[in-house]
């Protein structure tokens, strides 16, 4: 069965703080994958997208890592502000397919 | 351009009550989605659309129906709304190339909150 497991559920910094979420996944054929961001009370928006063959994509302080051999994904934030609380969410999608399987998200609590 | 908006934001019912969800994107994007997000689990799709007139079922579409008659709505309908059916809905929409299917980025609304008593 294609699954999406992201680690930690949760997780608590400190602003100026780094940090890093995990996405392990077993879905295949393996097309993209994307993480998004979503504050509380709004709908989700992408941050990043990685294919097969990308290893690292940045944008701003999100760097996103894939390693396509053992089906792990990173999102590293750099010098976290109040603004990234929210969940990140890792999402697969399968080549050619009509699915796309979203984890459960990890809730990231930055304070001040 | 106001991207992806759901109407209404917030809704209570009773058990039994219908209701229907509506969703309007104006980036003239060929797919549609329904989803609905429960605490501690992953966004499940409930229907989709790969066009105007077509829809199709996701993982859990059961107890609801979806209608897409004109290319920029895709409306969500609840018959008979069970407690079970409370959750977060969530519309988004993509744009379409041959072969991708969903991998193209989604643009999601705001959500509906739905309590069903």
């Known amino acids: 069965k294609n699954q999406v497991e992201q680690s930690p559920q949760s997780l608590i910094i400190l602003e100026g703080k780094n940090c890093t979420l995990q996405c392990n996944y077993t879905v295949s054929p393996f097309s993209n994958l994307r993480w998004y961001k979503q504050d509380t009370g709004r709908g989700p928006v992408s941050l990043t997208i990685?294919?097969?063959?990308?290893n690292t994509k940045s944008n701003g302080r999100y760097t996103a890592t894939l390693d396509a051999d053992t089906k792990q994904s990173s999102l590293h934030i750099t010098a976290s502000q109040l603004s990234d609380s929210a969940s990140y969410i890792c999402v697969v999608s399968e080549t050619g397919g009509f699915k796309t399987i979203f984890g459960a998200g990890t809730r990231l609590f930055v304070k001040a | 351009n106001a991207g992806v908006t759901q109407t209404p934001k917030f809704r209570v019912l009773k058990t039994g009550q219908s209701m229907t969800l509506l969703c309007a994107q104006d980036m003239n994007h060929e797919y549609m989605y329904w989803y609905r997000q429960d605490p501690g689990m992953g966004l499940r799709l409930i229907h989709y659309s790969v066009g105007e007139g077509t829809t199709a079922k996701g993982e859990v579409p059961d107890g609801y129906n979806v209608s897409r008659l004109k290319k920029q709505n895709f409306l969500l309908g609840l018959e008979s709304a069970a407690p079970s059916q409370t959750s977060v809905y969530f519309c988004?929409?993509?744009?379409?190339?041959?072969?991708?299917?969903?991998?193209?980025?989604?643009?999601f609304g705001p959500g509906t909150r739905l309590t069903v008593l």
């Open positions: 990685m294919t097969f063959s990308e």
């Open positions: 988004a929409s993509s744009y379409s190339t041959l072969g991708e299917g969903f991998g193209n980025e989604q643009f």
